[in-house]
């Protein structure tokens, strides 16, 4: 028989009850979670970065590596925290003597405090890490994402270019390039290592941009007239710069052994610079007198670089999705 519903229509028997649980359906899938009738809060979206966040705060290598980085750029930044010597302060008097009171690490060859130095070397080898990396980062990026991004010509120049300085060895380019530099300050290595480390960056920058370029959604904004370089701002730079962070991060630690290997060979930082390298090369040549010279500037420039390549990892594993 057929039913009269509540607004007066008719409908026919037994189709009631499907109808009303169709119609109940389609309202709980309409409501957002959190409150009833749509009045909650909808969840947060989540993104590549928010995922890859939540992944490094419960990541135990992320964490120590983090606080040991942490701990070099505040000792870079006011080392006279730790250290209330001059660096410079030598006493001839107590050359290559080991730990004494208010001198834990000794001194070295020239009667200088080996803590003080040690803890004032951070500053030069963390600032050319740094510095390397952001022009590394920046100008490697900006010619390989062209590159990527419009082929052609531009792509056939910069991969030729590329391979010139890839046949480039580095320390044999380091003492020919810095032999000829006087000047004691950290910004002609810098220099250097932007000069050679660029093409490495522009490869990795290049090929992320041409995988990017192809999904839907860009195809989709160059069909409604989007601009090149709202393209590549706004679509393809946010999707294609994961893997340029995580190189970038592990070449930072390999950027500061290539500082402390060139002053160790006597073409980048020197005297009366501080840095690891110098003491480490001053120091082997009384290695077995005084072991202590080269310990402590070998093991800070060892953790430094350690500390750093673990960050990368633990970032590349993060923002990798083939790894979760």
């Known amino acids: 028989m057929p039913e009269q519903t509540p607004d007066g229509a008719i409908s026919p028997a037994g189709a009631g009850g499907v109808m009303d649980l169709a119609l109940e359906e389609g309202t709980t899938l309409g409501r957002t979670p959190g409150g009833p009738e749509g009045t909650g809060p909808a969840e947060k979206a989540r993104s590549l970065w928010s995922d890859a966040w939540r992944d490094l705060r419960r990541n135990p290598v992320f964490i120590i590596s983090a606080v040991i ?14 250290a209330d010597q001059d660096p410079l302060n030598c006493n001839l008097d107590k050359a290559q003597q080991g730990s004494q009171p208010g001198h834990p690490f000794g001194f070295d060859g020239q009667g200088c405090d080996v803590y003080t130095r040690t803890v004032y070397g951070a500053r030069n080898s963390v600032t050319v890490g740094v510095c390397a990396t952001l022009g590394v980062t920046l100008l490697g990026g900006f010619l ?6 419009f082929g052609g010509w531009w792509d056939s120049v910069l991969s030729r270019l590329t391979d010139v300085f890839f046949g480039i060895p580095v320390v044999l380019g380091g003492l020919v390039f810095l032999s000829v530099v006087t000047s004691a300050t950290v910004w002609p290595v810098i220099g250097f290592i932007v000069l050679l480390g660029w093409p490495q960056v522009a490869r990795i920058a290049r090929g992320s941009v041409i995988t990017a370029k192809q999904n839907d959604y860009v195809q989709a904004a160059r069909a409604l007239g989007a601009s090149n370089t709202r393209m590549m701002l706004r679509h393809i730079t946010p999707n294609a710069i994961a893997p340029v962070i995580v190189v970038a ?18 073409v980048g930082l020197k005297p009366p610079a501080v840095s690891w390298g110098i003491d480490i090369s001053a120091a082997s040549q009384y290695i077995r007198n005084a072991p202590h010279m080269l310990l402590w500037p070998a093991g800070a420039l060892a953790v430094t670089v ?3 390549i673990m960050l990368g990892d633990a970032v590349r594993d993060a923002l990798d999705p083939k790894l979760r």
């Open 249 to 266: 991060t592990i070449a930072l630690g390999t950027y500061i052994s290539l500082e402390a290997t060139l002053s160790f060979l006597g």
């Open 306 to 308: 350690l500390a750093f």
């Open 69 to 82: 980085i942490f701990f070099l750029v505040i000792i870079s930044i006011w080392p006279s925290l730790i």
């Open 144 to 149: 390989g994402g062209l590159a990527g991004f």
